[in-house]
């Protein structure tokens, strides 16, 4: 039976919510009784799903790789719902490239946005939450290429492989503190959004079987959304400085 107002009177903050994972996983929250704060650099796209959503949203524009938008978007936020319970890290890039074929440059330019935007994200995140007496949840989404290493991805795999263990350290920081703020990685394989698809345009969904085949290894945004949700939910209370993976035995069947 489906439980309705999971995150009722919660308030989340969703970093590239404009599209792909990030929208799926505010319009479930939202669905689910939070108010959203939207945060994204696509301002028309962003707008757009703020609209959608109504009153119990707020989009912020926000390069998560800025201190000052960190300070910016969370102002927002308490300025606009009094508090936040619940941030999913989610923005990232994704540009291909084997450690042979990847510029310093281009190392550098991801590690600024996929890890360098969720450190701040945390740091701002528990900041902001550890007031409360509720505590919170930080959502980090990592990959299964932190886990089994993508050879095409080399920046990217680097990146998730830093989110991950930042997750750890600040799972563990947060219950010494006793802060009651959990954090966890999910760990996706595949994942059919427009970032997907900008990669692999000649990939048919069709074909792939995503939601249908027991073989696929794409999965849909809104598999992703249901995780958050959970973890963002009073239900994974006891769920801290976990790796979830989300791949359909991907990572293990090819072990």
């Known amino acids: 039976m489906k439980q309705e107002g999971r995150v009722k009177g919660k308030v989340a903050l969703v ?16 669905a689910e009784g939070a108010r959203v704060v939207l945060s994204d650099v ?9 609209r959608e959503i109504g009153d119990a949203a707020l989009f912020v524009r926000h390069d998560i790789a800025s201190e000052e938008d960190w300070r910016s978007v969370m102002a927002a936020a308490l300025d606009r ?4 319970d619940v941030l999913v890290n989610n923005a990232a890039i994704c540009p291909l490239g084997s450690i042979e074929e990847t510029s ?12 360098d935007g969720y450190f701040l994200g945390c740091r701002y995140g528990v900041a ?7 505590g919170g949840a930080i959502v980090m989404m990592s990959s299964v290429a932190a886990l089994g290493g993508l050879p095409m991805m080399c920046a990217y795999t680097g990146s998730k492989g830093a989110v991950t263990a930042l997750t750890r350290s600040v799972a563990v920081h947060c219950k010494e503190q006793g802060h009651r703020i959990r954090c966890n990685s999910i760990h996706p ?20 079987g995503i939601g249908t085949d027991p073989m696929a290894r794409m999965c849909n945004p809104e598999d992703v959304a249901n995780l958050v949700l959970f973890l963002a939910s009073d239900a994974s209370r006891f769920i801290n400085g976990a790796e979830l993976r989300i791949d359909n035995a991907q990572l293990i069947s090819s072990l």
């Open 15 to 30: 970093t590239g919510a404009a599209s792909g994972v990030g929208r799926a996983d505010a319009l479930l929250l939202a």
């Open 42 to 50: 696509n301002e028309e796209a962003g707008q757009a799903l703020a």
């Open 81 to 84: 719902f009094g508090r936040l």
């Open 104 to 115: 310093l440059e281009c190392w550098r330019q991801v590690m600024r946005v996929n890890a």
């Open 128 to 134: 902001a939450m550890k007031g409360n007496e509720a």
């Open 189 to 208: 394989d595949g994942i059919w959004t427009p970032m997907t698809q900008a990669l692999v345009p000649d990939l048919d969904p069709v074909a792939l």
